[in-house]
């Protein structure tokens, strides 16, 4: 039985007031919105495109977002889980998006990534003859493992964004430090929005403060444009059968990932999902994928970043979400406002992001908790923990893999849980004999 503490504020289906539900909303964005516009980013980056192009591709992502959260959240007939769900691009797709565009430019990359979203949807269909295989060991297992998995992320962004020239200095690591006690503190004692929303009045006062420390560039905002209407099929439509097959193991990992993000969202949400939600969900992942390469952008997925947020805040109101797809809708038709997002301070996202990534992994522990665990369960979840969080760490040890299994593989997530399934199937149970 829940205690008073553990009760969630809004459940799936309630429905704040308007403007408790766009502060609920703008804090999922703020979260984020680093992520969605990451892979456009280093994408477009290494293929040398211009800064019109890239700018182009970068509103799209975040159109294409927005219409598929409110795909995934709001569920539309069979398509969607109906649950609080973040949906943006991932890096899974960084490496085949690269190399089909170095051919075909985007015009290959929108043809893979809406040829290679039949691979999920048809995956999808699938997904409940396998739950039987997620009993809670497993899905405790998989939750942890998200938190975990993201945690080096967080750390990440409060030291300064990897690769940055101030990476883990005083400034960086202060700020993020401040933003993390002042959240902290803001959503225990806090009462009503100063609670729910800590994270999003956090990141708003860890902005001002890094305006004010002179750590905020506005450059880029004056530079985009203030409109750019996302174009169907912009760039045109070049398929290849090698592009589109070089795609089926990233859409192969986004199918078990979402799986877990779904079960981790039921958890986050004191809501057991049925088979047929999740496999709606992930239904909405390849539908969602297919509406991003027309509009001209990547893949699309479920956010792992998101299920922390959901655990912090005990928010897990699914109309919240909707609504945070309509706010990114608008701003990937409106590049200025995206923009002054985007130069938010690494430091900033890392003081939450620590809190946030921390509780996921504790939301699974906790399930672990509340079953009985024998030598048979320790051996599995500790065989899964330690080629998630291996992978994770030392992603070079699959260098020498063929690219198919190196990409199936590259994702913490998915190693740890096809370990743990795997395990759970070849370590009988002696109690049960």
């Known amino acids: 039985m829940e205690n008073k503490q553990d009760e969630l504020i809004y459940g799936i289906d309630s429905k704040p007031r308007f403007g408790m539900s766009l502060i609920l909303a703008l804090q999922h964005i703020l979260a984020a919105f680093a992520g969605i516009v990451a892979v456009p980013l280093v994408v477009c980056n290494a293929l040398n495109f211009d800064v019109a192009t890239t700018s182009i591709m970068v509103s799209a992502t975040i159109f294409a977002s927005g219409i598929t959260t409110i795909l995934q959240s709001n569920g539309l007939g069979p398509i969607g889980s109906r649950v609080s769900a973040m949906m943006g691009t991932d890096f899974t797709f960084v490496n085949p998006s690269i190399s089909v565009g170095a051919k075909f430019g985007i015009a290959g ?15 999808s269909r699938f997904i409940k003859p396998l739950m039987k295989f997620f009993p809670p060991l497993i899905t405790g297992t998989v939750v942890s493992l998200i938190g975990i998995t993201l945690l080096p992320v967080s750390i990440d962004w409060a030291a300064g964004g990897a690769g940055a020239s101030d990476y ?5 690591l202060g700020v993020s430090f401040a933003i993390m006690v002042f959240t902290l503190f803001l959503n225990h004692y806090g009462k009503g929005i100063w609670s729910s929303g800590a994270v999003f009045i956090g990141m708003v006062f860890g902005y001002i403060v890094c305006i004010a420390l002179k750590m905020v560039d506005l450059t880029p905002v004056k530079e985009v444009k203030w409109i750019a209407i996302p174009n169907i099929l912009a760039y045109g439509f070049k398929f290849d059968l090698a592009s589109t097959l070089s795609f089926v193991p990233a859409f192969v990992v986004s199918t078990i990932g979402t799986t877990g993000i779904m079960m981790a969202i039921g958890e986050a949400s004191h809501t057991k999902l049925s088979s047929e939600r999740v496999a709606s969900g992930v239904l909405a992942d390849g539908v969602g994928s297919m509406i991003s390469g027309i509009f001209g952008s990547g893949p699309n997925t479920s956010f792992s970043q998101n299920v922390g947020l959901v655990t912090f805040t005990k928010v897990a109101s699914r109309y919240v979400m909707v609504l945070a797809g309509i706010i990114l809708t608008l701003l990937g038709v409106f590049p200025k406002l995206s923009a002054l997002i985007s130069i938010m301070p690494q430091p900033v996202l890392g003081g939450v992001g620590v809190i946030m990534f921390g509780l996921v992994a504790a939301q ?30 030392k992603p070079e040890i699959l260098d020498a893999l063929p690219e198919a299994l190196k990409m199936i593989l590259s994702s913490g997530i998915s190693t740890g849980t096809l370990a743990a399934l795997i395990l759970n199937l070849v370590l009988v149970d002696k109690r049960k004999k």
């Open 168 to 172: 883990g200095s005083l400034l960086n």
């Open 364 to 393: 699974g522990i906790k399930t672990l908790a509340s079953i009985k665990l024998g030598d048979r369960e320790l051996l599995i979840i500790s065989v899964a923990f330690a080629l998630g969080i291996g992978v994770t760490v």
């Open 109 to 123: 990359i929108v043809a893979a990534t809406i040829t290679g979203s039949f691979v999920e949807i048809i995956l």
